[in-house]
């Protein structure tokens, strides 16, 4: 969905783009590591942020942060959903975004384990549909030694502000490992797991957004991406000529995948807040029958709704992206307070005190970066 928004950016150098992206979240996933290690519990950031500086206020902020980016992730992800479905029905866009929000909040309050199995199943589809585009695009990787000095960048400023630029938009591909520490309570061992699956998820992320970037821009131009609001669907559609609607139904699937996951974490965020007694304890309250948090979940679906109509996606993307670097920021400098303080006595996983460090400047940074240019702009 945001290759092509990245390569209306970086042009031929999106890889570069999605590159940097991956780096610059691969800092911040081993620090969420060690503190999904440390304190496995739901409501995570915020737990993380109370446990470093002991400032309940600054906790709440960074909590109804982490609400705030899932709501806003997902209704970049429900607009996706919008330009693919365009490939089969011209619906009115209001009436797609309200049915797409109400049936995923359904699902959520219908139980966890319901949900687990609907995001598995979409899960595996999205995978597939990833390795459908990888193999029918493959001419890219034959392409690849002979056109490889196209995607290497030379050291003009102007395109690397592009390429900066695109990575802004491409970090959005790699933020979701942080929201497996929100359902720490429900999880098996967290200590060992949270752990394993939050580095899987990157590495898996990272392999895919590389790959399907790398035959993107080698097969089609990055102007034709650019103008796309379903890029794969086009790119499949021009390598095979024949009708995208297969895999314009697996990325259906896959922004609802992403969607659903988003308002899990959210409302779970809202709902361990509600339980620390740091929000209003309606928000901690779970149903009787289905054992999920619905008040939490209404609220979110709503807030999703609001934003999903008053802004457009490439919009959401960069507000997500935002407000993730600044979490992060925080988060970083987090870890590497606790590890000064505390030691690693008993902590199940363990990474060096460079890493939250290169972790902290580097979002901070890239954050900074972003400021100027649009205050400029």
Known sequence: ??????????????????????????????????????????????????????RRRLSIVVGLLIVLVGVVSTATLVHGFVGYLKVF?????????????????????????????????????????LLLILWVAREGFVQLPVRSHELLPGWDAGIWTGILLGAFVAF?????????????????????????AIIIALVVTTLFYILIAMVSILIVSPQQLASSDAPLAMLYQQVTGQSPMVITFISLASVLNGALIQIIMASRVLYGMGRQGWLPSRLGAVHGVTRTPVVATVLVAGLILLFSLA?????????????????????NLALWRIKRRDGAHGVQFIIPLWVPVCGFFSSLAFLMFQIIYFLRA
Do not use: C, H
């Open 1 to 54: 969905m945001l290759v092509g928004k990245v390569a209306g950016y970086a042009g031929m150098y999106a890889l570069v783009s999605f590159l940097l992206a991956s780096i610059l979240a691969g800092f911040s996933a081993f620090s969420y590591a060690e503190l999904s290690a440390r304190f496995p519990k739901s409501a995570g950031e915020a737990v993380y942020i109370e446990r470093a500086f002991f």
């Open 89 to 129: 029905v011209d619906w009115p866009d209001v009436l797609v975004i309200i049915a797409v929000v109400a049936l995923m909040a359904a699902i959520v309050v219908w139980g966890i384990g319901q949900s687990v199995w609907v995001a598995t199943i979409m899960t595996i589809a999205e995978i597939a549909g």
């Open 172 to 196: 959005y591909a790699f933020i979701g490992f942080e929201d497996i520490v929100n359902v720490a309570e429900e999880v098996r061992q967290p200590e060992r797991n949270l752990p394993r």
């Open 311 to 331: 802004l457009p996606l490439l919009s959401l993307a960069k507000l997500t992206s935002f407000i993730t670097l600044t979490i992060f920021s925080l988060i």
